[in-house]
């Protein structure tokens, strides 16, 4: 027969214990976890975050660096419309082309061969920058003259063996142009790039002037002064001459959307600097 000391078990003692003890694992491993979850949830959106921002910057490089600024130039030579600190609207390069002949006044064929844009030009939404070469009988110098399209055409082919063309009619207040086969045209678009309040958000928006269509977010949501403009003389020192910058720098301050109710809001800032083309320093 077994007495008392050899029956198996444990006393209430030890079982409190244990228990005790696996709450506490429990409890550390359940904040260990939460912790986890919570730096994750935080790493992604930093990294969403830092997305959004150089997803920013590089389409207003890629708006911006195709710029033009001429010292002392017309307005048709400086890309840069309008200029501000958190606003600034331009002439955005949507394609060049080479004229294959001057079908007539303010009538103008480009060789499709020639052509390379992001599309093509549209009426009432692009212009047309035509390149006017000086004379040195008058002291004329190199020019570019910018012209609204009134209409496009893209059925009537090259004269000879020059293969299909993309005939412009441009405004009807432009001059009459006597321009040369191969001549090059510009094709642009003025476009707005603006930081802009929708509701409580604020967001970097861009806009095509020509179409008067409302503003469409790019990038956001920014903080209150999320899009900053500053615009550089190409010899040092800021400016507001469209005709004297040689650089813009570009900031741009993203604010987290949906921030975790733990922490504030994460912030991500980015600066960058464009060169405009043909500028004196270039």
Known sequence: MLNGAGRGGFTLVEIMLALAVSLIVTGATYNL???????????????????????????????LGELHAVSGGSPSQNDVLALGPSAVTYRAMRGV???????????????????????????????ALVFVPGD?????????????????ATTLPCPGVGGPGITLTLSAGASPLLLEEGTPVRLVEPMELRL???????????????????IQPLVGP???????LEYLHYLGGPTMDPGSIGSIRVTIRAVEAAADATRPPLQEELTTQITLRKSPVS
């Open 33 to 63: 976890l939460l912790n986890t979850q919570r730096l994750t949830r935080t790493q992604s959106a930093r990294v969403a975050l830092q997305s959004s921002v150089r997803a920013g910057a590089l389409i207003v490089a890629n708006e």
């Open 97 to 127: 082309g080479f004229i294959c002949q001057s079908a007539g006044p303010a009538v103008i064929r480009l060789a499709r061969s020639s052509f390379s844009g992001h599309r093509d030009p549209q009426a009432g939404r692009d212009e």
């Open 136 to 152: 040195s009988a008058t002291s004329s110098e190199d020019t570019w003259i910018a012209v609204p399209i009134a209409g496009v």
């Open 196 to 214: 802009y309040q929708s509701g409580e958000t604020w967001w970097l928006g861009a806009r095509s002037v020509n179409t008067g269509e409302a």
């Open 222 to 228: 920014l903080e209150p002064h999320g899009f900053e």
